[in-house]
């Protein structure tokens, strides 16, 4: 279980969340869908430190991590959270100047210490996983959008992170794009990794998710299983933006 309590930000008297909750179990595909401006990629970049929640807490039960952000926080406190959850960004974030296989090994040999060795042979098999063996010695503008993608999949795959943590992972891919990346991602659901995705992919939510959280104005109006909150929703604001959302 990983418990995220009371979740505040702000910039400058610009409030964005307003006490966030989540309980998410071990093995969960946690999907968020709200209006622009509902706090939800704040949220997503607070649960991995990019940004700095005024208050707050995450525990990682297996890990036994907790993190108080009422308090200052150490590059080691930050450190430590960062080996538990990794992002998949909505713009892939690769490192133009190396290659794919580089990318991915980055991380494990810089933050977890792994030796070169190691962290290639793991690359390649993460490579392997998200169908993309044959591109490890290419750069990322010799790819598509969509295999860049599923290259920032598997390097936040390499840290094997307690949580995967995916801000709109498609909006940035072109239509003939976005099933190769949420085949990947159903794939890693299967699997069990814990998941929380940032998405306006319906289909997406009610084919692989356990619960739907739907924010609004830095709070979280409804939350509840896919199929009950799509065709049942209890709020008024939920209603309305489900509506807007099929009109798309």
């Not at 939800?40 to 036994?64: D, H, M, Y």
């Not at 080691?76 to 960004?89: E, G």
């Not at 690359?123 to 969509?146: C, I, N, T």
């Not at 949420?182 to 619960?211: C, P, R, Y």
Request: with cysteine; proline share 4%.
């Amino acid at each position: 279980m990983i418990k995220i309590k009371n979740i505040h930000k702000k910039f400058g008297d610009n409030i964005i969340l307003r006490g966030i909750d989540l309980n998410i179990a071990k093995g969960q595909v946690v999907v968020i869908l709200g209006p622009s401006g509902s706090g939800k990629t704040t949220f997503l970049r607070c649960l991995n430190v990019l940004e700095l929640p005024e208050q707050g807490a995450i525990e990682f039960e297996k890990s036994g991590l907790q993190i108080d952000f009422s308090k200052k926080l150490s590059k080691k406190d930050i450190l430590a959270l960062r080996r538990q959850s990794a992002m998949v960004f909505q713009q892939y974030n690769l490192f133009p100047h190396k290659t794919v296989l580089q990318n991915i090994t980055e991380a494990p040999i810089q933050v977890q210490g792994k030796s070169a060795a190691q962290a290639e042979a793991q690359a390649r098999e993460l490579l392997a996983k998200v169908g993309l063996a044959d591109k490890a010695d290419l750069y990322p503008h010799q790819l598509s959008g969509g295999q860049q993608q599923r290259v920032g999949i598997a390097r936040a795959l390499a840290l094997q992170p307690e949580l995967m943590l995916f801000d709109e992972p498609t909006s940035a891919l072109d239509p003939e794009l976005v099933g190769d990346v949420l085949n990947t991602m159903k794939q890693l659901a299967s699997e069990g990794w814990t998941m929380v995705v940032v998405t306006h992919e319906i289909k997406f939510a009610l084919d692989v998710a356990d619960v739907v959280v739907v924010m609004d104005g830095g709070v979280v109006v409804e939350q509840g299983y896919p199929d009950d909150l799509f065709e049942n929703p209890k709020h008024e604001r939920t209603k309305n933006f489900l509506h807007r959302l099929k009109e798309k």
